[in-house]
């Protein structure tokens, strides 16, 4: 019974440890953190631990790839659509299209695992017209 009690114990610690955000060190720029606004007028909260899109939808982020220009995070439970999934958010940095900074893809958004949303999609950062799975990038300006 003894050794019941404890797997069961071991098998929960386990699934909760697998629950656990896994972040790296990278220092997040500073230009890809606040409020934003796109050009749909959805606004946007974004720092190291959350992506928001306003009024509903939250994105717990996992880890940032600053190199490589991503962020793999795990959809709130309570967004409207692909609660508890993971998605891949690609973003890029814009030059000479004031007043829009930066941009981001929902590369994948539907992902059963955190793995799988990192390594299924890449945005094609050398079109930002259609380089999001044939839609432009959304455009960023910060607000306050």
């Keep these: 019974m003894q ?3 404890f797997m069961i114990l071991f098998l929960s610690m ?7 955000p896994i972040r790296n060190n990278e220092k997040v720029p500073a230009m890809f953190k606040g409020n934003f606004v796109d050009d749909y007028g959805i606004r946007y909260t974004v720092n190291d631990t959350l ?6 939808t939250k994105y717990h982020v996992i880890r940032w790839n600053v190199k490589d ?3 793999v995070a795990r959809n709130d439970d309570q967004n409207p659509g692909e609660g508890g ?10 030059s000479n299209m004031e007043p829009w900074k930066w941009g981001f893809c929902l ?7 955190d793995q799988i949303a ?3 999609a890449k ?9 999001c799975n044939g839609f432009p990038f959304s455009r960023m300006k910060r607000v306050e």
């Design 3 to 5: 050794k019941l009690a």
């Design 51 to 56: 992506f928001i899109q306003y009024p509903r």
């Design 123 to 131: 945005a094609d950062r050398q079109n930002p017209k259609k380089g």
């Design 14 to 20: 386990i699934s909760i440890g697998d629950k656990k």
């Design 69 to 71: 220009r991503y962020i």
């Design 118 to 120: 990192e390594t299924t």
């Design 107 to 113: 590369s994948v958004y539907d992902a059963k695992t």
């Design 85 to 94: 999934l993971y998605t891949r958010i690609d973003y890029m940095q814009f």
